[in-house]
């Protein structure tokens, strides 16, 4: 195969620890030690290289970048290769003493996560009491310091009735563009979906409901939305197509083409202690198992958006029928779409049961935490 | 992100303060950079950019490329408009 493109961005999980518990979190079950986390001198190494190979915006993230007491430095390190900056956080550890010399730093851009704008059931949501306080005092930090914001809503059945007025809040705090990021059924979050997924009655009227708000709000605030692929019929093409615009990088080092490919058993990744970061984007076999199409098998081989959706997210795949070289079955051409759709539909009409925070403790079979 | 969502040939474009223009040597190119986005910019898209200064009216950025490309100045002026317009809804542009 010949050599791919340059990566787009690079997405740094500085760390795995996290004050919050989200019950959808998007790590895997098994959460990285702070023993094993990357140094400061490793990850502007990292950072100089994915600058150096094409990169041009990078997301500090998590669990909670804020926990790194040399999330500053990285910054500047990021701003000064030239990198596009954007924080990706929590905000519950944000305050003046730590703004100053991120602003200073270079950062670009911030994204805060908001459980909800009922402030009870947002922490209840977090498993982090006050929580939903902190955020908005945070948010509004980061306007008064003059940074622009994004506010990153994560929806799911149990606040997606209160979509208007999140979006009513992200207009309130001064934030530039609004996430509507309803629930991706990876890491906790599938452990969790049946406390998550809403029904497909529940998806339209969001639709519906973003729909009329980027309208009305045409120039004011910007407006992405993800909706779950469950109730779909083509699939996402997530990560723009596998290994060919990200590269995601875990707290100890191992690089991997989506946040999410840990659950994909059979691949092994490469870490940056051992090996550089353009060679483990060009060769590493992890990247190149489902890059392009030649790894395809029908009815993907032959359809005519092979190029536009890259036969989808290959942990979905693996998530739902086991084998991560199959179809998505978010794809109604996909022989197994009605097995996921009878999920979800089971699922959403359910009671919803408890969540399974996110925490050390409740990770599968790991040992205490460090 | 303030005043009218309608461009006007008096409207005084600028760059968002969190867009950033930069050249990108890997591709060869300019580039557009905002928050989860990236948008490759052909080569009159980036001269157009290059112009908006918060100051210069779409107006006269039209005049002066239509001058440069000796180009119809009418049609010129829509083409900007209709850019930054698609800009400005993205977000990336302040006018
Ligand atoms: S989703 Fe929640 S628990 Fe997971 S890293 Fe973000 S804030 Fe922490
Ligand atoms: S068959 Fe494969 S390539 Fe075609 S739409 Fe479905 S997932 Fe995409």
Known sequence: MSAPGPPLALLAELTHRCPLGCPYCSNPLSLERVRDELDTTIWQRVIGEAAALGALQIHFSGGEPLVRADLAALVAHAHAAGLYTNLITSAVLFDHRRLAPLKHAGLDHVQISLQDTAPDNADRIAGYAGGHRKKLEAARLVRGAGLALTINAVMHRQNLARLPEMIDLALELGAGRLEVAQVQYYGWALRNRPSLIPTRAEVAAAVAIVAAARERLKGRLVIDHVVPDYYAKRPKACMGGWARQFINITPSGLVLPCHAAQGIPTLRFESVRERPLAEIWERSEAFERFRGTAWMAEPCRSCERREIDFGGCRCQAMAILGEAGETDPACALSPHHARLLALAEAESAAEPPSFTYRRYANAPSEPAPA | ?95
């Open chain 2, 1 to 95: 992100m303030s005043a009218s969502a309608t461009l006007t040939a008096a409207s005084q474009p600028g760059l968002s303060p969190h867009a950033r223009l930069r050249h990108d040597g890997a591709r060869g190119g300019w580039v557009l950079l905002g928050p989860e986005r990236v948008l490759m910019l052909d080569e009159i898209a980036a001269e157009i950019l290059t112009l908006c200064d918060g100051a210069a009216s779409i107006g006269a950025i039209a005049d002066a490329l239509a001058q440069r490309h000796a180009a119809p100045p009418a049609a010129v002026l829509n083409d900007v408009l209709e850019m930054l317009q698609d800009l400005r809804d993205k977000g990336l542009l302040t006018a």
